[in-house]
């Protein structure tokens, strides 16, 4: 297990266009959504369909210029947001101001004062100085004008990330000739992960975010559900966001990519205890007014990942808490009323500063080569381009596109790369023998998903994990989660998609993650083959390929302890090996390959084993009928059924003979005799066929079910080993 420290600012740029808009009736209940369904027909969607697709403006934006006084105030005051906090928030937005101190000459806010500082003023649960900072840009010789509403919070606490000082920002594009306002855009984690956004809000409405717990990341709430978040249309209710979507098929729903508000979403997400110097943070004696009471509650928090064995089951969901608005709003019974104050008031604080805090993150490498990375505070705004230039900050191309439609201020979106996967869970399968089998079903917990070539942590929406602006190469993809083992691939995103979609990571986009209780590391070293390795695959009888991905280097995989696999290699010249991989469930050590070679002798090697593991099952099963009593009363007394089960015994054996033959053959470099012993292989496992289905009704369900399965597998390596030129 490899640990390293990773990071993840909050929104500092600009991201990824589809109008996703609800006034065409109600869509299919998000209950009958199947991300395995969303994620078949991702990379056959087109550009402008699928989210994720592009962000980042490929033409440049013209200049805008700083709208003062008077009228910046009055757009502030129009659009000033209403404000809707979870029960168990502890960091509210507040001026940092009380916090500044000069080190080198320049005015700075040090985390350790503000943390300190700012829960030393809280009193009886009232948070001190509860402020929002606002910025108005005008674009030149356009009547499009952007109000920013900037949220300063003392401290960061959240499952992927912890950082002193936290800034999120809500953007109000409005039309300063109809003074409609034409798009929202509302800060998520990073750049990497797609803000939540509303293409042409009412402009009778006051907007409203709902900020999440800890991360403060801003979902928007734009309907007549006022506290919780609607990624979907619900009857007569239409969704908080129109960002993109993912189609499925036959456009049986629609997800729009977007963070989101995981737990109002009804999703698990624990969170982490931050540490600095290996002790956690609140024992610091530079914070002596805060307590491990003043964090996340410890119903929501975990230690680490790897300190579970298995996803957390009780998670609370989210219950909104105290509720912001500005003091002049005047309307409805707000909890707290907060100040509206420019931000130039704010432009002399050079740096919001803080060391560097940390927690661990495994990946399941065979050779242990650390992850790098680092968690920092996310600067000043004022020295971010979207504090001049807020359309950096539009993450949807549509919606991106719909302005630069109608104002030549705009630049067109330009195309990203982005990696795409849907997470599951791999779990043992009714429908095999015990410990021989698994299906997957959907994750209930969200978890971390990392790029080690650009170490920036996203957190997964409703079991999605998405990555934009990535750079084309080979990446090593990572995902993490609480109770769950690490998954880690190698994935090539391309230059230019050829379906115009993001590249899916997994298989077919989709990653199983197995329960660290279950999970057993399958290990693979290429160094030791034959051949020049360049992909591995693994594959179990039940649930179907479950890893596949490119092989360079010793790799490892987490496997679920109760699977049966096949592992697959391929090298430079296509040539194929497989391999028979049974872990043992309650076994601490790894499965290994250290061999891993392709051609005709490790496929028909492959063909003995599974032939072999069959006929023992087989043979297992026949003990046990024979110490049972049969209708006439005589011990083992079985008749046709009997016959039947020996019969497809023998059957096997013969296979097991002639595979090993062709082993053989094929090793001492007789190509002519191992096609011979190949062929008679097949003819073997047409009369297995023949077989099982005549010991079908005295087989067990689960061993019929698996011989079925494993016939499927011998038949299709029978042919790859007859086809391999590589002996």
Known sequence: MVYGIIGLGDSDGSRCPTTYRSDEGPMTDRESLSRRAVLQTVAGAGLASVAGCSAFEGESDDAAST??????????RRFAPTLYFDRAEPWFPTDPRPYTSEQDGDTVVDGFDAFDGYHERMTDGEPPDPTAFYNVVEYENSPLAVVQFWLYSAFDQFTTNFHWHDWEVLHVFVDTETGDPQLYVASSHSRKVPNNEFLDPDPEMVPRILSELGSHSSALSVNDARDR??????????????????????DLAEIPVAYGLPRDEGSRLPYLV??????????????????????????LTVRSFDSLTEPPSDLPTRETGLVFQHTDRGDGDPDIEYDLVPSSELEHIADFTGPQLSFEFAVPEFAEDAVSGHITTTGAPWNQPRYENPAADISEPNHRAALAERYDAIGAPAEIRTIVASLSEAVSNDDAP??????????????VALLESDPEAVPTFSGLAVVQDVPAGEHRFTVNGAGVAPHSETVSVPETSETGGPTRAGVGGEVPLVARKNATRLEVDPSGADSDLTDLAVEDDFAGRLYDAPLAEP???????????????????????????????????????????????????????????????VLDEMDDDGDSD?????????????????????????????????????????????????????????????????????LSDPLSNAARRRLEQADRRTEQAQAADKL
């Open 434 to 447: 015990e410990d021989e089998g698994l299906t997957t079903e959907d994750t209930t917990v969200e978890s």
């Open 229 to 250: 978040f609607t990624r979907l249309p619900e009857g007569d209710r239409f969704a908080d966001i129109t960002n993109s979507a993912v189609e499925t098929i036959e």
């Open 555 to 617: 790799d490892a995989v987490y496997v679920h302890g109760g699977g049966a696999y096949t592992t697959e290699v391929r090298d430079r010249d296509d040539e194929v090996g497989a391999f028979r991989v049974n872990p043992d469930p309650e076994a601490d050590t790894a499965a290994t390959i250290d061999e891993p070679r392709t051609g005709k002798a490790s496929l028909a090697s492959f063909l003995a084993d599974i032939a072999e593991e069959t006929r023992q099952s």
């Open 274 to 299: 931050p540490e600095y110097e290996g002790a956690p943070l609140y024992e610091h004696e530079r914070l002596p007014s805060v307590s491990r009471e003043d964090l996340i509650s410890g119903s």
């Open 67 to 76: 709208v003062e006084g008077e009228r910046a105030e009055e757009l502030a």
């Open 630 to 698: 049969d209708d006439d009363g005589t011990p083992g007394s079985s008749g046709g059924s009997e016959n039947a089960i020996q019969g497809l015994e023998r059957a096997l054996a013969a296979v097991v003979a002639a595979a090993e033959r062709a082993t053989e053959r094929a090793e001492a470099g007789d190509r002519g005799n191992a096609d011979k012993q190949l062929q008679a292989v097949a003819d073997r496992l047409q009369r297995v066929a023949t077989r099982i289905e005549a010991a079908s009704d005295a």
